[in-house]
């Protein structure tokens, strides 16, 4: 669609299915994307997976990608605005390999990232790195990453952010394995406030509650208020 509303679509992978291009569960140029769903059981997809995806303006939210078994070459993510906000996305991987990287929620440019979440359990695999979400510009706040079990190779962001703030996000491990660095919440050029990391079990590395590196980058910024529970 090339504006309007794109909601209410749903892919499923499964059998012996071998994918080679993006798979969407809704997609649109300037629209909003809502309520869109890609469910993949077994298979390959050889490209990414999207739950929602917006190539301009649109608000993305309230889409997702479930990974029960299968292998995803690229990166999967639940819901992907151009340049506006993504709200509300979710990735659930259960079983299967995805061999590079989850986003909850991401926007490509000055949009925000607000509640979006990614849970890991059972047998999933994820070799690359984990977002709750990501924003380019924008802010990224109350998103969440819960890891039951499974493994994530790579690092483990409740929010991060390029150039904006990251603000009240989460990381709760409960179980599985994380063999980089934990991080509740991290901005590359601004501040890192009240972002959480909760250990309770599990196989983890470096932790911190919330990481600015806008000093070191030479710009204002501050990590305040972020917690570490273990």
């Known amino acids: 669609s090339v504006s309007g509303m794109v909601e209410n679509n749903r892919v499923v992978i499964s059998g012996s299915a071998s ?3 993006t798979v969407y569960g809704g997609y649109g140029h300037s629209s909003n994307i809502r309520n869109n769903s890609v469910d993949m059981r077994s298979g390959t997809a050889g490209i990414s997976l999207f739950g ?3 190539s301009a303006g649109g608000t993305v939210s309230n889409n997702s990608v479930t990974v ?3 292998t995803v ?3 999967v993510t639940g819901g992907y605005s151009r340049d506006a906000d993504a709200i509300a996305n979710r990735v659930a991987i ?3 390999t995805v061999s590079s990287d989850v986003l909850g929620g991401e926007s490509g440019d000055t949009g925000n990232a607000t509640g979006n979440i990614v849970s890991l359990g059972g047998t999933g695999k994820v070799t690359g790195n984990v977002y709750g979400a990501y924003s380019l510009s924008g802010n990224v706040s109350d998103n969440q990453v819960f890891i039951r079990g499974g493994m994530a190779a790579g690092s483990v ?3 991060s952010s390029q150039n ?3 603000i009240n996000n989460h990381v709760d491990i409960s179980g599985g394995q994380a063999g ?3 991080v509740g919440g991290y901005s590359n050029a601004a501040a890192a406030t009240g972002n959480t990391v909760t250990v309770s079990g599990g196989q983890l590395a470096s932790l911190y509650g919330g990481y600015s590196a806008s000093i070191q980058n030479g710009a204002p910024g501050a990590a305040s208020g972020n917690t570490i529970t273990i």
Do not use: F, L, P, R
Request: proline share 0%.
């Open 68 to 70: 029960s078994g299968g």
């Open 164 to 166: 904006g703030n990251a």
């Open 52 to 54: 929602g995806y917006s």
């Open 73 to 75: 070459s690229s990166i």
């Open 157 to 159: 962001y409740g929010g």
């Open 19 to 21: 994918v080679n291009s």
């Open 94 to 96: 259960s079983g299967g």
């Open 180 to 182: 980089n660095t934990i």
